[in-house]
């Protein structure tokens, strides 16, 4: 369903549900299990987020809803099941590790959602992403409305969500929902490279960095504040006082 390799300071948790990596309540549980293994790892600095499948995750399982929408009890079947995976994206985005998305194929709805919730997000030209949930007469409800809104700005959140609009790779990082767009056939090393590039650096300082922007984009404490203490604690650490001392004797 969802396998983990942890191999050094790089954590990969490939999405492996045939054929859609369609979510369900085994699969939010599987995902929480993951975080907590690789939030337990130390000396894990970055996760990356990727797919077996053709699709990345096409989002909720419509087999399982189909069979349980008819009635009062299964519709609280599945409002309990949106807000595990609120619970469980929310602590991707919390996650003191950097986390990557590699999106090879369709991330729509609660695949998308989950995509969001990743730090930074890798496309192929030739996927598919969006929060087309209005066309069936549902809303995003697994955090997209909050992070898309977050991330690009609420005039193309609502040009996105409203118009149940799906976009090109190219598309989502010209609007602000990808950092990258590369061909099909360059993703998995493209992907790589920059996991690996990422992961070379202290993951105490990425932790700190990350904590950071988090409060600038949610606010709810002082930011400036948080730099300072998030310096104080770095500059104590041997780490630091060694590279910066490399640094240092480079530059002579």
């Not at 300071?9 to 045939?18: E, M, Q, V």
């Not at 990345?56 to 009062?72: E, V």
């Not at 609660?110 to 995509?115: I, Q, S, T, V």
């Not at 010209?174 to 099909?184: F, H, I, T």
């Amino acid at each position: 369903m969802i396998d983990l390799k942890i191999e050094g300071p790089i954590a990969t948790a490939t999405l492996c549900r045939p054929p859609v990596n369609a979510i369900n309540d085994e699969w939010v549980a599987r995902f929480d299990e993951v975080l907590e293994e690789v939030e337990r790892a130390d000396a894990v600095a970055v996760l990356c987020v990727r797919s077996s499948q053709k699709v990345f995750c096409a989002g909720a399982d419509l087999a399982m809803m189909r069979n349980i929408l008819a009635s009062a009890e299964g519709r609280a079947r599945m409002i309990a099941l949106t807000r595990r995976m609120q619970e469980v994206f929310e602590r991707i985005e919390t996650l003191p590790k950097t986390t990557i998305a590699e999106i090879g194929g369709p991330a729509l709805g609660g695949g998308f959602e989950l995509a969001l919730a990743c730090d930074l997000r890798i496309v192929a030209d030739s996927a598919r992403v969006g929060l087309p949930e209005a066309a069936l007469g549902l809303l995003p409800a697994g955090g997209g409305t909050q992070r898309m809104t977050r991330i690009c700005g609420e005039a193309v959140a609502r040009r996105l969500i409203l118009g149940a609009e799906t976009l090109s790779g190219t598309d989502a990082v010209k609007l602000g929902l990808a950092q990258w767009c590369v061909p099909a056939g360059e993703l998995e090393a493209f992907a790589r490279a920059t996991t690996t590039r990422i992961a070379a650096l202290p993951p105490r300082a990425l932790a700190e960095c990350k904590a950071c922007i988090d409060i600038s984009a949610k606010g709810g404490a002082d930011g400036y504040e948080a730099e300072l203490a998030g310096s104080g604690a770095l500059l104590a650490m041997p780490e630091t006082l060694a590279r910066v001392a490399r640094f240092l004797e480079g530059r002579r």
